[in-house]
């Protein structure tokens, strides 16, 4: 394909709406070196706020904790390291080789190239860029549950409103189990055998100790799992020698996170549970969950339990798999919160992507990350807030109830989680919503 002008990515919806490319080995879906060699086929003058967004983007791949900062804080990283940029551009295996150190080595030496190209022209500005920049939801899941709920707390976490520096929703929560953890420390030990195991975890307690159980927790995380991955970090970093105390601290860091995760995102637990009672009356009826997206796609949950048929020939038994007319209850239940809201996230980029088509920019798109040229960056950022206000000024989870009243009329469902008094249209503010 090097040598065509441009080709296009058909892509195929899965049942829940969530675009995905058709061609399986290079994507903009993909690994590092994927997303490394591609770029758009048409390119564009940076301008003066292409030239920043480029800089942004070179902090936002090289990663390390430098994608936390400020805008005003990548912008500076990249320009403390012109001399790392050069030479990695000019002497990718022969010199210092400082792209390597990157979190995502490929796209930070393609934009290496880009940026050392511009600045070394005499008029940067005015310099062509084929380059895809990225704009990602901060913890993209958490973000649909707080504006479904209109949850001030839980969006201030997660950048639904606008602060001088994007706030960090892991950082936030492993701030929220250092104190569970340092009161419980103070306590008597002989009254409370948690005391000892928080004595031992208050120093363990860090971003990278509960990201995994925070971003899963989207996806209906249940304590056993949220346990495990607990286990895990601790088990790398070999803080704990006795594995049996492993498990014990791992049991109680993961109850911990899971109660500062019901604090913070109150709105998003009392939904997913709605959401989860709703589906399991759904299936006392032997009926799969079903329901419309915001831009009218119907979905259908596809859990049933798998039967066998024998066939029996003068050779041999085959012995097929196939769906049975039973809907399976559990899976119906558990699978359903992040179903809606994988829902919900593909509603929002399909309804950007049309937006930018019409604006004429270039777009490309992964579930919760937006790319389109950096010249378009200022552009793109402001549509896709509209247009998550405007998918979260529907009355959503009305419209969910009144269809599944409409469909089973015999049956009771819940009342609508209480939501807070968060004002939607603050997302049109905030300067790290995507970033």
Not at 127 to 139: F, L, N, R
Not at 296 to 307: A, D, E, H, T
Not at 314 to 328: F, I
Not at 401 to 413: D, V, W, Y
Request: a neutral charge; glycine letters at 8%; charged letters at 25%.
């Amino acid at each position: 394909m090097k040598d065509e002008d441009g080709f296009y990515y058909p892509h195929n919806l899965d049942f829940r709406g969530r675009a995905y490319p058709m061609h399986p080995y290079l994507n903009h879906l993909g690994s590092d070196l994927c997303r490394g060699i591609l770029e758009f086929a048409e390119g564009r003058p940076l301008g003066k706020s292409g030239l920043r967004w480029l800089k942004i983007h070179l902090a936002n791949v090289y990663g390390g904790g430098v994608d936390k900062s400020s805008y005003e804080g990548r912008v500076s990283f990249t320009e403390n390291h012109l001399e790392d940029i050069f030479d990695s551009a000019d002497r990718p295996l022969e010199g210092r080789r400082w792209w390597l150190g990157a979190e995502d080595p490929f796209q930070c030496l393609a934009t290496c190239i880009n940026l050392s190209e511009a600045l070394r022209s005499p008029y940067p500005e005015s310099t062509v860029s084929h380059m895809p920049v990225h704009q990602d939801g901060s913890c993209n899941g958490l973000q649909h549950y707080a504006a479904l709920g209109r949850d001030k707390l839980g969006a201030a976490a997660v950048n639904l409103v606008a602060g001088g520096k994007p706030a960090d929703v892991y950082s936030g929560i492993a701030a929220r189990v250092l104190d569970i953890m340092k009161r419980d420390a103070a306590k008597d030990p002989a009254t409370d055998p948690n005391v000892m195991r928080a004595r031992l975890l208050i120093n363990q307690v860090d971003r990278k100790l509960v990201k995994q159980t925070v971003m899963t927790s989207v996806y209906g995380v249940t304590y056993i799992g949220a346990r495990d991955q607990i286990k895990r970090r601790l088990k790398e970093r070999s803080a704990i020698d006795d594995d049996t105390e492993v498990f014990a601290c791992a049991c109680y860091a993961a109850k911990t996170t899971l109660t500062a995760l019901g604090e913070m995102f109150e709105a998003a637990r009392s939904i997913m549970s709605w959401l989860g009672d709703c589906a399991k009356i759904i299936a006392t009826e032997n009926q799969p969950v079903r329901w419309t997206t915001p831009l009218g796609l119907p979905v259908v949950q596809p859990y049933r339990k798998l039967g066998r048929h024998m066939i029996k020939t003068s050779l041999q038994v085959l012995t097929l798999q196939r769906e049975t007319d039973k809907v399976l209850a559990k899976r119906q239940r558990t699978a359903f919160p992040p179903n809606f809201v994988h829902s919900l996230d593909g509603s929002h980029m399909m309804m950007t992507a049309i937006a930018c088509s019409e604006a004429g920019l270039n777009f490309a798109g992964v579930h919760d990350s937006y790319w389109t040229h950096a010249c378009d960056v200022d552009k793109m950022n402001m549509i896709l807030r509209e247009k998550f206000v405007e998918l979260y000024e529907a009355p959503i989870l009305e419209n969910l109830l009144e269809g599944f009243q409409k469909s089973f009329p015999n049956l009771n469902f819940p009342p609508l989680p209480e939501r807070g008094d968060f004002d939607l249209r603050e997302v049109l503010e905030s300067t790290y919503f995507f970033n």
